[in-house]
C-alpha cells in the first residue's frame, strides 16, 4: 500500500503546482465550533486516493476505504466524507487558520479532479461589550464633559463603532473611549465586532448641565430664546404676585385702619396717640 502512494505522489504535487487558484474560497470558524471545508466535488467522488493538506504537509489521506490522520494537531478533532471529500474541523482553535488544499487523485474518469483551495480563519466569539460613562465637572464648573469607555470580553480581531441616536459616529472605530458634551438627552451606542460575532450596548447620557445661569458662548440661538423667554416670564410673573400682593397689603391695612379707628371712637375722643401712630 505505502509503495501505491509512493506512485501517486508525482501525480499529485504536479496538479498542486497547476491547478490551485481555479477553484478557493475563504471561510471564517468560531473557536470551539466546527467547520465543513468543502472539496468541491459534485456528487461521489471517484478517487483512489483523497488528501487534504495544510501549508503544503498533508494533514489528512483516505484509500482503499482507510482514513489517516497524518498531523497530531488535528488528532480527534478532524474526519474526511469518503463520499464528497468535505473535511470536518471539530473543536476549533484559533492556530487552525491557514490555507487547505483538497487533492483527489487516481479518478477512473478520464477528467481528472480538481484540486480545490480554502482559506480557513478562525475567530474568537466576542463574550461581552459593556459601555460605562463617567460624568467630568470642569473644577469652575463652567462646563462638563461625559466620557464613554467601551470594553470588549473575549473575541478576536474585533473592530468597534460608536452611534449617537442611531447615527455612526465617523472616525471612532479605534477608540475604546468617547468623551462627549450633549446638550440635551442623547443615546449612545458601542458596538464590537469581528467575521463571526457582533454585540452592542447602549448607555442614555443625560444633557451635561452647567451650574450657571448665565448663557455661555456656545449657547444657540434657539436656546437664547428660550432662556430669554424663561427670564421674560419669570418677570411677568413676579411683577403680577406684587401687584397681587400689594393690593391685599392695601386691603389689610385699611381693614385694620378701619378697626382701630372704630374702636378708639368708641374708647374715648382724647387719645391722639393711635390715629398718630396709624397715619405714619
Ligand atoms: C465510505 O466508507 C464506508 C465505511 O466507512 C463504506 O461503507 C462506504 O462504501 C465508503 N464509500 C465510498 C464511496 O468509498
Ligand atoms: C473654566 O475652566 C476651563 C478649563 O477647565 C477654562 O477653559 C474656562 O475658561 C474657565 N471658565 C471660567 C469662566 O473661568
Ligand atoms: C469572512 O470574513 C471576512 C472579513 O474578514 C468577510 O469579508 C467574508 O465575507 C467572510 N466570509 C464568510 C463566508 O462569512
Ligand atoms: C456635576 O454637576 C452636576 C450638576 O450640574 C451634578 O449633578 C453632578 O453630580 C456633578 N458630577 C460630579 C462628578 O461632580
Not at 141 to 157: D, R
Request: include cysteine.
Amino acid at each position: 500500500m505505502q509503495h501505491n502512494l509512493l506512485f501517486l505522489w508525482p501525480f499529485l504535487s504536479l496538479l498542486q503546482v497547476c491547478n490551485v487558484g481555479g477553484a478557493s474560497s475563504v471561510l471564517n470558524g468560531t473557536v470551539g465550533e466546527s467547520i465543513v471545508l468543502p472539496a468541491g466535488v459534485h456528487g461521489t467522488v471517484q478517487a483512489k486516493l483523497l488528501q487534504w493538506s495544510e501549508n503544503n504537509k498533508v494533514i489528512i489521506q483516505s484509500a482503499k476505504k482507510r482514513v489517516q490522520v497524518l498531523d497530531q494537531r488535528l488528532e480527534g478533532r478532524v474526519t474526511m466524507s469518503n463520499e464528497t471529500g468535505d473535511l470536518t474541523i471539530s473543536s476549533l482553535r484559533e492556530e487552525d487558520s491557514g490555507k487547505y488544499v483538497f487533492n483527489g487523485v487516481g479518478s477512473p474518469s478520464s477528467e481528472s479532479i480538481l484540486p480545490k483551495e480554502v482559506q480557513l480563519h478562525v475567530y474568537e466569539r466576542i463574550s461581552k461589550v459593556q459601555l460605562d460613562s463617567q460624568v467630568k465637572n470642569s473644577t469652575n464648573s463652567s462646563s462638563c464633559s461625559v466620557t464613554l469607555s467601551c470594553s470588549v470580553l473575549g473575541g478576536s480581531q474585533v473592530v468597534l463603532s460608536w452611534s449617537r441616536d442611531g447615527q455612526r459616529i465617523a472616525g471612532a472605530e479605534k477608540t475604546i473611549t468617547l468623551t462627549v458634551s450633549p446638550s440635551r438627552e442623547e443615546l449612545y451606542s458601542c458596538t464590537a465586532s469581528n467575521p463571526v460575532s457582533s454585540q452592542t450596548e447602549r448607555v442614555t447620557v443625560p444633557p451635561c448641565q452647567t451650574h450657571d445661569i448665565a448663557p455661555r458662548p456656545g449657547l444657540s440661538v434657539c436656546e437664547l430664546k428660550a432662556v430669554l423667554f424663561s427670564v421674560g416670564l419669570v418677570a411677568m410673573v413676579s411683577a403680577v404676585i406684587a401687584v397681587n400682593v400689594r393690593s391685599v397689603l392695601q386691603e389689610n391695612q385699611n381693614q385694620t385702619r378701619t378697626r382701630t379707628r372704630s374702636r378708639a371712637e368708641w374708647k374715648s375722643q382724647d387719645s391722639p396717640t393711635e390715629e398718630e401712630e396709624e397715619g405714619l
